[in-house]
């Protein structure tokens, strides 16, 4: 009988104790594809290396998914800082009433004077919505801006991680 040719795995193109913070796996870089195909069928590689591929494409696709959300979500914080900031201004100038238009419906306004006060509602999400006072909401907005802006620098690392994995994953199609 034949012997019986083993399996890739992929643990066998991936290298060990190296990865990002996101735990990408890091792709290893086939020197020598004769050597590393062995007795093993050039097809049973290649459906590795594709598994390989297609799960790097989907951590591609989840970061950026991911990095959309944050980008969506960004200019909400800090539009919400700016106001937040403009009602500590106001408070702290003894500024007047100030005139104001809320919007009732579609095309539907209806005109109010506000006095300056020191409490702000937020929306935090799933239909919750928590007041705060101004300079709680002040210092929530500015640590949920800098968490942001963290995320998004620590995703933007990953990302191009992930691409530098996926080029020399595909460079080693063109060898089998």
Known sequence: WPQAMAAVSLEELIEKDTA???HIPAAVFIERVEEFIG???ATDVL????ELYQKYQLMQASMGQQKGALLGKLPDIVSCLS???HQIRQRDNNAPD????FQLADQVYAKAKVPPGN???LWL???VMLEYTLDEAK???EKNEKNANLSLASLEEDMAFLRDQITTHYREFFFF
Do not use: M, P, Y
Request: aromatic share 0%; proline share 0%.
């Open 20 to 22: 990002s913070e996101r």
């Open 39 to 41: 007795q093993r069928k």
């Open 47 to 50: 459906t590795a290396l594709q």
């Open 83 to 85: 106001i937040v900031n």
């Open 98 to 101: 100030q005139d104001v238009r």
């Open 119 to 121: 409490a702000v509602c």
């Open 125 to 127: 999400g799933a239909n």
């Open 139 to 141: 210092t929530l907005l």
